[in-house]
T-cell receptor, first 117, second 116 residues
Framework: NAGVMQNPRHLVRRRGQEARLRCSPM?????VYWYRQLPEEGLKFMVY????????ESGMPKERFSAEFPKEGPSILRIQQVVRGDSAAYFC???????????????FGPGTRLTVL | AQKVTQAQTEISVVEKEDVTLDCVYE???????LFWYKQPPSGELVFLIR??????QNEISGRYSWNFQKSTSSFNFTITASQVVDSAVYFC?????????????FGTGTRLKVLA
């Protein structure tokens, strides 16, 4: 019973490069959530996706950040032209299929630690 | 507005001591859910417990227990006879309904250090 998978676990980028973070939800789950954790802080919601659909992106920065969850393959969080302030841990969570208005427990992946030099 | 406060930034205890981690939440919703997650040094987030707002029954799971009190908007977590492996950052979270979906808001976490 594989849990939520994220890769890479650690990613180093130079300012101006692109970062691509991948998340495979738990088997049988079809809802994916992305969170950002800055050093010494709690997790902050970024975006909620179902297959081929963005449900809620109210926590996403307006520029440089995008997310997708295609019909096949993992969910991708993409950060273009990274800056030092993007350095953080990015967590993905998943929950079972169903209506978006259900209060399902989210199960988290191990996170990707992004360092921008 | 929804808010979760974990006032204790860091707690240090000696092994076998009991320790309580505080969590105070704010919400105007009548239906909501509370969670605790553990983040060990390896960094992953481990789900510990979920409570819904209609169930104030306290819960015990081994050395872990949770005290949910709606009157004080608190959901405290106690570890009995702490062990070094309990050393981690513990996050309290509130799930609430907004614009047709449910969303988590996390506290800033309490770092627990259990010394041998």
């Amino acid at each position: 019973n594989a849990g939520v998978m994220q890769n890479p676990r650690h990613l180093v980028r130079r300012r101006g490069q692109e970062a691509r973070l991948r998340c495979s939800p738990m088997k049988g789950h079809s809802h994916v959530y992305w969170y950002r954790q800055l050093p010494e802080e709690g997790l902050k919601f970024m975006v909620y996706l179902q297959k081929e659909n963005i449900i809620d992106e109210s926590g996403m920065p307006k520029e440089r950040f995008s997310a997708e969850f295609p019909k096949e393959g993992p969910s991708i969080l993409r950060i273009q032209q990274v800056v030092r302030g993007d350095s953080a841990a990015y967590f993905c969570a998943s929950s079972p299929p169903g209506l978006a208005n259900r209060a399902d427990t989210q199960y988290f992946g191990p996170g990707t630690r992004l360092t921008v030099l | 507005a929804q808010k979760v406060t974990q006032a204790q930034t860091e707690i240090s205890v000696v092994e076998k001591e009991d320790v309580t981690l505080d969590c105070v939440y704010e919400t105007r919703d009548t239906t909501y859910y509370l969670f605790w997650y553990k983040q060990p040094p390896s960094g992953e987030l481990v789900f510990l417990i979920r409570r819904n707002s209609f169930d104030e029954q306290n819960e015990i799971s081994g050395r872990y227990s949770w005290n949910f009190q709606k009157s004080t908007s608190s959901f405290n977590f106690t570890i009995t006879a702490s062990q070094v492996v309990d050393s981690a950052v513990y996050f309290c979270a509130l799930m609430f309904s907004t614009s047709g979906t449910y969303k988590y808001i996390f506290g800033t976490g309490t770092r627990l250090k259990v010394l041998a």
